[in-house]
T-cell receptor, first 116, second 114 residues
Framework: AQKVTQAQTEISVVEKEDVTLDCVYE???????LFWYKQPPSGELVFLIR????DEQNEISGRYSWNFQKSTSSFNFTITASQVVDSAVYFC?????????????WGAGTKLIIKP | DTGVSQNPRHKITKRGQNVTFRCDPI?????LYWYRQTLGQGPEFLTY????????KSRLLSDRFSAERPKGSFSTLEIQRTEQGDSAMYLC????????????FGPGTRLTVT
């Protein structure tokens, strides 16, 4: 069965600190996709990144970076030099390749609080 | 702006009333999803459409809930005889077909049942 675990319920850091959000997944499929979404206080879920199971290269986008490690079934998200605007709930999600698939398996989310 | 839009953004209704929400997906997306989200929880899947066909409904979706996507474009979600437990954020998302494609979400409709 598929499962996504975000063990950190809430993280609070002071602005400019680096912070890493953990995501551990379970799947028996060899082809799968991992996603991160951001949900700011306004409520809209914003897509951040998709990573497929065959691409273990780390991704960097500005202050955001993602570390995908199949050996540990993890897809962690790091924010460097955090800012107050990064405060949000962050969700990790998993999907299969199959075209008939419709389900995103969601983690419970990690609430990130950036204090000024 | 070609993102997913939802209307209304907020709806307050009295228990027992019917409400209808609308979602306009990204135009080239053939898949459309409805989710419900309560405070402190992740999105809960309700139903999804591929073009105009409703292909899956969650067990969460009671008989009071119905969704349509008549021409494979916009979709409506209706809740009949609302109950206080229906109070939640209702999210719509759209995507291209296939699990490899990310879903893009609308701003949501916050429903409050008094």
């Amino acid at each position: 069965a598929q499962k996504v675990t975000q063990a950190q319920t809430e993280i609070s850091v002071v602005e400019k600190e680096d912070v890493t959000l953990d995501c551990v997944y379970e799947t028996r499929d060899t082809t799968y996709y991992l996603f991160w979404y951001k949900q700011p206080p306004s409520g809209e879920l914003v897509f951040l990144i998709r990573r497929n199971s065959f691409d273990e290269q780390n991704e960097i986008s500005g202050r955001y970076s993602w570390n995908f490690q199949k050996s540990t079934s993890s897809f962690n998200f790091t924010i460097t030099a955090s800012q107050v605007v990064d405060s949000a709930v962050y969700f990790c999600a998993l999907s299969e390749e199959d075209d008939s698939n419709y389900q995103l398996i969601w983690g419970a989310g990690t609430k990130l609080i950036i204090k000024p | 702006d070609t993102g997913v839009s939802q209307n209304p953004r907020h709806k307050i209704t009295k228990r027992g009333q019917n409400v209808t929400f609308r979602c306009d997906p990204i135009s080239e997306h053939n898949r459309l999803y409805w989710y419900r989200q309560t405070l402190g929880q992740g999105p809960e899947f309700l139903t999804y459409f591929q073009n105009e066909a409703q292909l899956e409904k969650s067990r969460l979706l009671s008989d009071r809930f119905s969704a349509e996507r008549p021409k494979g474009s916009f979709s409506t979600l209706e809740i009949q005889r609302t109950e206080q437990g229906d109070s939640a954020m209702y999210l719509c998302a759209s995507s291209l077909q296939g699990g490899r494609h990310e879903q893009y979400f609308g701003p949501g409709t916050r429903l409050t049942v008094t």
